[in-house]
T-cell receptor, first 113, second 113 residues
């Protein structure tokens, strides 16, 4: 597709379960970012990939959060042992070598019961 | 502490009039600024950006002004249209960084016919 694609669009799960969120960036975009938007808040940076490596993981809120990227394409964000405070919209963005502007997917709305 | 602040959660404007959305930042290392527009259940869409070497950038109905000494930027939409109704996010970054954006909490613009 032409844009950034994220799946699933919605995810409801019980507290304590693990979840995996997927991002397909725009073809050829080397930079990939994950952000989180909690209700009523701005977007919060989580992690940045350049190619398959993650030079900046400073935004990951705890060690329950991890992400990987393969083939300089698809990225997955994994949240282990989910907590209610993990409920948010998780947004993925990709960019060219110059990184800006970033192009966003429509996000995954995660709800932890 | 927020590095990017959008102090007005909402703004209502009559169709055809000017919309002015404001944004303040605290980090003097920021040198590149972007505005994104977001509709419900969609990802943010890039609108316009400005580098710190400029004080104005114009693109059609959208103009961004930057006042570095005041650490303030604003987005002007003229004339406003009902389709402009959305949440507008201000974002900032340092060119020397990895490119992760720091976002404000957003301003919800309503343009009334």
């Amino acid at each position: 597709g032409a844009g950034v694609s994220q799946s699933p669009s919605n995810k409801v799960t019980e507290k304590g379960k693990d979840v995996e969120l997927r991002c397909d960036p725009i073809s050829g975009h080397t930079a990939l970012y994950w952000y989180r938007q909690r209700l009523g808040q701005g977007l919060e940076f989580l992690i940045y990939f350049q190619g398959n490596s993650a030079p900046d993981k400073s935004g990951l809120p705890s060690d329950r959060f991890s992400a990987e990227r393969t083939g300089e394409s698809v990225s997955t964000l994994t949240i282990q042992r989910t907590q209610q405070e993990d409920s948010a919209v998780y947004l993925c963005a990709s960019g060219t070598r110059g990184n800006q502007p970033q192009h966003f997917g429509d996000g995954t709305r995660l709800s932890i019961l | 502490d927020q590095q990017v602040k959008q102090n007005s959660p909402s703004l209502s404007v009559q169709e055809g009039r000017i919309s002015i959305l404001n944004c303040d930042y605290t980090n003097s290392m920021f040198d590149y600024f972007l505005w994104y527009k977001k509709y419900p259940a969609e990802g943010p869409t890039f609108l316009i950006s400005i580098s710190s070497i400029k004080d104005k950038n114009e693109d059609g109905r959208f103009t961004v002004f930057l006042n570095k000494s005041a650490k303030h930027l604003s987005l002007h939409i003229v004339p406003s249209q009902p389709g402009d109704s959305a949440v507008y996010f201000c974002a900032a970054m340092s060119r020397g960084s990895q490119g992760n954006l720091i976002f404000g909490k957003g301003t919800k613009l309503s343009v009334k016919p």
